[in-house]
Nanobody, 115 residues
Framework: QVQLVESGGGLVQSGGSLRLSCAAS????????RGWYRQAPGKQRELVAR???????TYADSVKGRFTISRDNAKNTFYLQMNSLKPEDTAVYYC?????????WGQGTQVTVSS
């Protein structure tokens, strides 16, 4: 059983910052890739950022230079620091862990950026 618990979403003004956290527990051995996705109303879920066990990170073009993904392996927790937020960043954000073709999802946390 794997559980992912997200926290840190909320309402922020344009230009502000938020930090999302995702705490993983259970049988997570081997699930080395950590990711954040988001889904805005009427849109498909999209990858925001992903980080491997070696620390290699990739980002969606729309968030490069503004968002940073990081992980604390000792705490089995990973983060998404979001700076310079824009109204178009408004979405439900989901954390994800992956091993080959198997993955697990968090429950989602709402991020709303007002203009």
């Amino acid at each position: 059983q794997v559980q992912l618990v997200e926290s840190g979403g909320g309402l922020v003004q344009s230009g502000g910052s938020l930090r999302l956290s995702c705490a993983a527990s259970g049988s997570i051995l081997g699930f080395n890739t950590r990711g954040w996705y988001r889904q805005a109303p009427g849109k498909q879920r999209e990858l925001v950022a992903r980080i491997t066990s070696s620390g290699s990170a990739t980002y969606a073009d729309s968030v490069k230079g503004r968002f940073t993904i990081s992980r604390d392996n000792a705490k089995n927790t990973f983060y998404l620091q979001m700076n310079s937020l824009k109204p178009e960043d408004t979405a439900v954000y989901y954390c994800n862990i992956m091993r080959y073709s198997t993955d697990y999802w968090g429950q989602g946390t709402q991020v709303t950026v007002s203009s």
